[in-house]
C-alpha cells in the first residue's frame, strides 16, 4: 500500500504506521461520493498490507469531518431513485465493515467538529483520542433520517450505553468532550497541540507489539458482539492456540527467560 497515494484523502506512511485524513478543512472535512469510496476500498486493502501495522485517522485544519457534504451528498440524495439510494447507504455502511474487518488497529485523532458520517469514523475506530474542543454529533435526525445508520444502533450502545447512545441518536445533540470522555467514547482527552503526538505514541506502541496477534484480538473483538460466551471462549481458544504457534510467541518466551525485552516481528 506503500506505493498507492489516494486521490480524495490525505495518507503519510511512516515506520508501519499509517497516517491518513479528510483534506477539506475549509470545508471542516467533509466526505464526498468519492472519498467514501476510496476510504471504503482503502481499508478493504489493509486487510491484506503487510507494510502497515495501525493506522491513525487524523483531524485537519483543527477539525476532524462534517459529515456527508451537504451540496455534493445531501443534495444530489434527494434526486435519486430508491435503488440508487440503498446502493450508497451500503457503500457507506462497507466503510464501517472495511475498518472493523481491516485487521490493523485504528486510532482516531479527533479534533473540533466531528459529526454526522465523521463521527461514525470516529465510532467504528478501536481507539478515540481527543482534544477538549470536540465536538462530536451523530445529527442524522437533523436531516430528517433516522438515527439508525451505518451501523450506529449495533455499536454506539456498546461503547456507552444503550440510553446514552439513543438520546444522541434521537436528538442529534453534541456530546461534549468531557462527556466523551467520561461515557467511555474517548480513551483520553489531550490538549489541541499534543494530539498529533499523543496518536503516534499510541500508535508506535501498538505497531511494536504482536502485530499477528493484535489482528486476532480486533477481530474478536468484531466477531464475538454475535456470539453465546460459550461460543466466545471457543473462539479465544481457537485464536490463542493459532497465536501460540507463532514466532512472536517464541521470542516473548526467549526475551523472558533472558530477563529482556522481546522485539516482535508480527509473524
Request: glycine content about 8%; aromatic content about 8%.
Amino acid at each position: 500500500m506503500a506505493s498507492s497515494t489516494p486521490q480524495h484523502f490525505l495518507c503519510e506512511i511512516e515506520g508501519r504506521i499509517a497516517t491518513i485524513a479528510l483534506d477539506r478543512p475549509d470545508r471542516k472535512n467533509p466526505l464526498t461520493f468519492d472519498s467514501y469510496a476510496e476510504l471504503r476500498d482503502w481499508f478493504r486493502a489493509l486487510a491484506y498490507s503487510d507494510d502497515i501495522d495501525v493506522v491513525i485517522f487524523a483531524s485537519n485544519g483543527g477539525n476532524f469531518s462534517s459529515g456527508g457534504d451537504v451540496h455534493d451528498i445531501i443534495g444530489p440524495l434527494t434526486q435519486m431513485s430508491m435503488k440508487e439510494l440503498l446502493t450508497f447507504t451500503r457503500m457507506t455502511g462497507d466503510l464501517v465493515k472495511a475498518m472493523v474487518n481491516c485487521g490493523k488497529p485504528v486510532i482516531a485523532a479527533i479534533d473540533g467538529i466531528c459529526v454526522g458520517a465523521g463521527a461514525i469514523i470516529a465510532m467504528a475506530s478501536d481507539l478515540r483520542i481527543a482534544t477538549p474542543e470536540a465536538k462530536t454529533a451523530f445529527l442524522f435526525t437533523r436531516v430528517g433520517l433516522a438515527g439508525c445508520d451505518m451501523g450506529a444502533c449495533a455499536i454506539l450502545p456498546r461503547i456507552i450505553g444503550q440510553g446514552r447512545a439513543a438520546e444522541l441518536l434521537y436528538t442529534g445533540r453534541s456530546m461534549s468532550a468531557d462527556e466523551g470522555l467520561a461515557w467511555g467514547f474517548f480513551n483520553q482527552l489531550v490538549p489541541s497541540g499534543a494530539l498529533t503526538t499523543e496518536a503516534h505514541t499510541r500508535a508506535e506502541r501498538i505497531a511494536a507489539g504482536p502485530n499477528f496477534a493484535h489482528m486476532m484480538t480486533k477481530t474478536m473483538l468484531a466477531q464475538e458482539w454475535s456470539m453465546s460466551i460459550e461460543q466466545a471462549i471457543e473462539a479465544e481458544a481457537q485464536a490463542q492456540a493459532i497465536c501460540m504457534q507463532t514466532g512472536d510467541f517464541e521470542r516473548a518466551y526467549k526475551a523472558f527467560v533472558a530477563k529482556d525485552k522481546p522485539v516482535f516481528e508480527g509473524n
